[in-house]
Each structure stands twice: as structure tokens, then as C-alpha cells.
């Protein structure tokens, strides 16, 4: 887990280092533990480490290996890179370090582009041949390692963060008002490949890009998961489901306790996050180190769901820790978070997790969670209706299952409608269609998804997870150099849920196959309880501290300046700061005041 960055040139001019080694110092949080910077001919690498795995000097990077000609920068983790290591060795290949930086390097001259389809992990990578001049860049199936790009004519240039980009100079930072009308549609989601500036892109999940010396490139996707019944499995009951689910899960976390340094768990008390606790011990962890944040209680709304962490904690008897936040130390941290995300991200729980991750890092530098779990099994409320709708009109009309499952999805889950849009935004930010919609339209067209139910899914954890809770994550636990794996993001796991039929999902209020397979694990009082979430009231219900922030943020002389909301819409919004939510009760005042705050916090300049 690391970060880096670099340029690549295609005119024949020299990289420039400088810009680089800004660009790599930006990301000093990514990776503490050391840095190196590497050029020769046309391209120019940084790289900061976090030492996880060969905590020796051997495990730096930028990693060059001279009698292969390939040198590697690379953010992640490889959890099967102790069996590819031994099966390279019998190939022939020597090693100098025990990293799984190494065995990235050599498993591409071994087994050339596709080798990606070998790796177990979270990843992203750029490789230079010197011989060739060709360049592989790749990002891992869930995206969960980033890689941000700013594409021109005569140069590449890549990192591991926007701000990091920024940092290098010459980023065209004008507003994507494709991106803007994205981010507020979706509570802050900007799929692949855009960002919310227009000189910034990133690469997609699950892609892998090369780029020949003369800058031509070939783009291949190399997986996607099937969310179609399978044959083979027709027969199969409910418990065949609840097995294999076990099994994949099982081997997940396992994978994830790969590391020369201990892993502890972030545990919400939820049942994701207890499973992820229940399925260590049951392989044999002791002493597990598990972690649980609060907050205040705010408008009669509890802040901490300690009573449910306690259960695991007792029954698994792990080494626990709580972490209360009052509001005194949560607002001042508020800016530091935001200044932590690459991209503005609106949730109330960045804070948390940022905060959390401040306490985690002073006793772990590697953590499980179980984020994505309601994304992979069906967690949340706007699935049985998606459900309901096939049930209703079948699968054989696709098109007008498509027309109507969008229409449901846009209802339960978009922040506003695209009419609103024109009210809000100004005239020099405004796009004229309602491209959000037709991206889930165009998306829930694709084959590959069966059912309503299925489309909602791939949607969900092939595009919204990724630029969500994914991404809230990496970067939050970043911030503090701390790295977080998510057994539930295991492409093996999605590759078994995406096949179970959806009314196993569905079953028990959502998750029902997880939640039986659960049951043989932890505790029924964990399982049964009502869904809960990371609860920060204080960002929710906005008055006192927190709301002169945002009039802050609206009114400073770059929002101004940038005019990117209509003068009227944010009077009105500031006039009845709690009044509009959105169908996820999210605040959209403070998705304006959000998205401003980013922009002035990483001095993006109109």
C-alpha cells in the first residue's frame, strides 16, 4: 500500500523530475516508510512506501530490475504472491527481495499483459520496458487501488491521487459539467473515467492500458462478473448457496491476512464486519485487535452502535478498542478529511473513518473491513422493488424492463432530478440532457444482467461502490498510512453472489443467504438486529459550528468566482439549511458546501 506518480513522454523531450517529485511529495501520507524517484529516457517514477510486506530496503521502489529491463511503481497488496513467486521460481526467475512488488514485475515477463488475470488482490501498477519503450498500466477488478491520469498529446502523467496531479502544475482545472451533474445525482459518484476536473482523468476498474512508445495504446477490460443464472448450478438449494458463499468468504479473509506486520479489524458491530471477525477467529486468530468509533448523540439520533461491536468483541474475545468522538474534536478534523480525499467525496462517514483510522494507526498498519457487503448481497431498500418489477413484467421484454428499472433505481437512489438541476446549477455549468440517467440506462442495457435485481447489482458494485465507499476508504485510512483490505470485495466472492438467485439476496429484508451462512459463524443477535450505519448527526442536521462552515464555504471569493450554483438556490438552501434531503437523507446543502470546501482546500483555482 503506497503511492506514486510520474510522466511519461512521447515527444521525445526529458520527463520532468521536479514535477514529479512534487507530485510524489503530495502523497507522503500514502507512504511514510520512504520514497525513491527514478528516470531514465522518456518516463520519470515516484513512489512512496508503506512497508507491509519485505519491510527491507529490498521492497523499494520505483523497483528495477536490469537484467529483465522493467522497472515498477506499484500501490497495493497481492495476496497469492507466495504461490506465483514459487511458481515463477520453478520458470527459472530469480528473486532479490520477498515483496509481491517483485513477483508483479517478473509475473508480467513471464506471462505478459494477461498475467492480471492471476493476481489475487488490490493493485495498481505502471511498468516500463526499457528495451521496447512500452509502458503497462493496470487497476485492480473493484478499483480499490487508484490511478489517476492527466492525458496529453506529448506526455502522460499518472498517480495515485487527483491532488497529487494538481500538485505537478499544468492540470487544465476548469469544473467537468458532465462530472458535476454525476455528482449530484449520485451523492458524489463520478464514474470512471471522469473526475470533476476536466484535465483529470482516472483509470477504470478492472482495465489495463498499453501504451507503446509513440503513444498509441490498446485498452482492454479484463474481467466482468456474469450476473445471470448458471446452468450448472440450477439444482442447487439454498444451502449450496449459503456453502459456497462461506467458502469463498473463508478463503477472503484469509487471503487478507498476508503481511509481515499484525492485521486488525475495523468492527461496526454490524454483520458484515462481525462475519469478517467471526471467520478469523473461526481460522484461528487470537488476540485479534478490533476497532469501533462514536459520536455524539444528535435530534434524538443515537451516534454509536457500541452495544452491537461489544457482542463480537466479548464473544470472540477480541483485543478491543472504542473510540468516542465529541464534536469539539470531530469539527476541526472535518477540514483535515476533506483534505485527505482525492475526489470530494459528500458522505458523513469520511469523517468517521478518518478519524478512526488516526486511532487504528497507532496500534495496526493493516486492518480488514466489511465494506461492500450490501452492494454484493443485496443490502439495501431499493432492491425488492427492482425485484418486484421483474416478478411484474418478466424477463423476456427486456427493453421495457430496462425503461422500467431505471425508472425505479432513479427514484429510490438519485439525490434530485434532472430537472432540478437547472434551478441549481449555473448556466456555464449546466448540461442540457439528463446524462445521468442515461448512463444507468445504457448501463442496465448491457447484457449480462438478468433480472432487474441483477442490473441494480452490477451497477451498484461495478460503478457505485468503486466511487463511493471504496474509494471513502482508501483514502481516509490512507491519510494515516494505514492500509484497509475488504474480504467482501474478493472478485471470487462477487463472482459466487452474482450468480445466486436474487430472492436468496432479497430473503430476511436483504442478504438473506448471508445472513444463514452467517449463522453458523456469529452471533443471531448481531444478524437480527435493524440495519445500522456509520452515524455522524452532526453533518446530517446542520446548525451551530458545522453550518457556519458551509456559509463559509459558499461564500468565500473562489465560489464566487467559480459560479458553479445559482445565487438564489444557494440563498434558499442557507434559509432552510435541514429542509432538503435527499431519498438516502443525505443533506444537499451540504453537497454544495462539500464539493466548494475540496476545491478551496486543494487551492483549485477557478
Given amino acids: 500500500m503506497c503511492g506514486f506518480s510520474g510522466e511519461l513522454r512521447f515527444d521525445g523531450a526529458t520527463p520532468d523530475v521536479g514535477a514529479v517529485y512534487r507530485m510524489t ?125 492527466v492525458d496529453e498529446p506529448s506526455r502522460l502523467r499518472f498517480a495515485s491521487s487527483l491532488p497529487a496531479l494538481v500538485a505537478g502544475g499544468g492540470v487544465d482545472t476548469s469544473i467537468d459539467p458532465v462530472a458535476l451533474h454525476h455528482y449530484l445525482t449520485w451523492h458524489s459518484v463520478v464514474p470512471a473515467p471522469r473526475t470533476i476536473l476536466n484535465g483529470v482523468r482516472k483509470v477504470p476498474p478492472a482495465t489495463t492500458i498499453a501504451i507503446e512508445a509513440d503513444g498509441s495504446r490498446t485498452t482492454t477490460e479484463y474481467w466482468r462478473p456474469n450476473f445471470t443464472r448458471d446452468p450448472d448450478r440450477a439444482d ?17 479473509v484469509q487471503w487478507r491476512l498476508v503481511a509481515d506486520v499484525p492485521v486488525g479489524v475495523l468492527l461496526s458491530g454490524g454483520l458484515d464486519s462481525s462475519l469478517v471477525v467471526g471467520l478469523l477467529a473461526e481460522a484461528g486468530q487470537k488476540g485479534l485487535n478490533t476497532f469501533s468509533i462514536g459520536f455524539e448523540s444528535f435530534g434524538g439520533e443515537e451516534g454509536d452502535e457500541f452495544k452491537y461491536s461489544d457482542v463480537i468483541a466479548e464473544h470472540f474475545e477480541t483485543n478491543h478498542h472504542r473510540l468516542r468522538i465529541d464534536t469539539e474534536r470531530m469539527l476541526p478534523a ?41 452492494e454484493v448481497f443485496a443490502g439495501y ?32 437512489f438519485f439525490d434530485r432530478p434532472h430537472e432540478e438541476m437547472a434551478a441549481l446549477v449555473a448556466p456555464d455549468h449546466l448540461v442540457d440532457e439528463d446524462v445521468s440517467r442515461r448512463f444507468v440506462a445504457e448501463h442496465f442495457a448491457t447484457a449480462g444482467a ?18 463511493d465507499p471504496v474509494k471513502r476508504v482508501d483514502n481516509m485510512t490512507m491519510a494515516w498510512g494505514l492500509e484497509a483490505r475488504v474480504p467482501f470485495l474478493d472478485h471470487e466472492v462477487l463472482e459466487v453472489a452474482a450468480r445466486i438467485p436474487p430472492e436468496l439476496k432479497l430473503a430476511q429484508e436483504g442478504k438473506g443467504v448471508l445472513k444463514e451462512a452467517a449463522r453458523r459463524v456469529i452471533p443471531n443477535e448481531v444478524i ?77 483555482r477557478p
Wanted: glycine share 8%; aromatic share 10%; with cysteine.
Fill in 528 to 604: 437480527d438486529r435493524p440495519k445500522g450505519y456509520f452515524p455522524v448527526p452532526a453533518l446530517k442536521y446542520l446548525q451551530g459550528p458545522y453550518l457556519d462552515l458551509v456559509r463559509d464555504a459558499l461564500h468565500a471569493p473562489e465560489a464566487r468566482e467559480r459560479g458553479l450554483f445559482r445565487p438564489e438556490a444557494v440563498q434558499q438552501l442557507l434559509g432552510d439549511p435541514n429542509g432538503q434531503l435527499t431519498p438516502l437523507r443525505g443533506n444537499k446543502l451540504w453537497q454544495l458546501a462539500l464539493l466548494e470546501r475540496w476545491l478551496q482546500t486543494h487551492d483549485v
Fill in 334 to 374: 472535518l477540514d483535515q478529511a476533506i483534505h485527505a480525499m482525492s475526489e470530494p467525496m459528500v458522505s458523513h462517514d469520511a469523517v468517521a473513518f478518518y478519524l478512526l483510522s488516526q486511532e487504528v494507526s497507532q496500534h495496526v498498519k493493516v486492518v480488514q473491513s466489511g465494506q461492500g457487503a450490501d
Fill in 25 to 149: 511529495g503530495r502523497m507522503i501520507s500514502r507512504g511514510p516508510d520512504g520514497e525513491g524517484i527514478w528516470s531514465a529516457g522518456p518516463i520519470a517514477m515516484g513512489h512512496r512506501r508503506l512497508s507491509i510486506i519485505d519491510l527491507s530496503s529490498c521492497g523499494n521502489q520505483p523497483m528495477h530490475d536490469a537484467r529483465l529491463g522493467l522497472t515498477l511503481v506499484f500501490n497495493g497488496c497481492i495476496y497469492n504472491y507466495q504461490p506465483l513467486r514459487e511458481e515463477l521460481q520453478a520458470e527459472g526467475y530469480e528473486f532479490f527481495s520477498t515483496s509481491d512488488t517483485e513477483v508483479v514485475l517478473k509475473a508480467y515477463h513471464a506471462w505478459g499483459d494477461r498475467f492480471v488475470d492471476r493476481l489475487q488482490g488490490m493493485f495498481a501498477f505502471v511498468i516500463h520496458e526499457r528495451g521496447t519503450g512500452r509502458t503497462f498500466i493496470g487497476r485492480d477488478r473493484f478499483g480499490i487501488k487508484p490511478l489517476y491520469v
Fill in 236 to 252: 442447487w438449494t439454498a444451502h449450496d448457496w449459503e456453502d459456497a458463499v462461506l467458502d469463498a468468504m473463508r478463503s477472503a
Fill in 381 to 412: 431498500h431499493w432492491y425488492p422493488p427492482m425485484q418486484a418489477l421483474t416478478d411484474e413484467l418478466g424477463e423476456a421484454d427486456r427493453e421495457r424492463l430496462v425503461a422500467a428499472a431505471v425508472e425505479r433505481y432513479a427514484q429510490a
Fill in 450 to 467: 438478468q433480472t432487474a435485481t441483477d442490473m441494480a447489482l452490477r451497477l451498484d458494485s461495478q460503478i457505485m461502490l468503486v466511487d
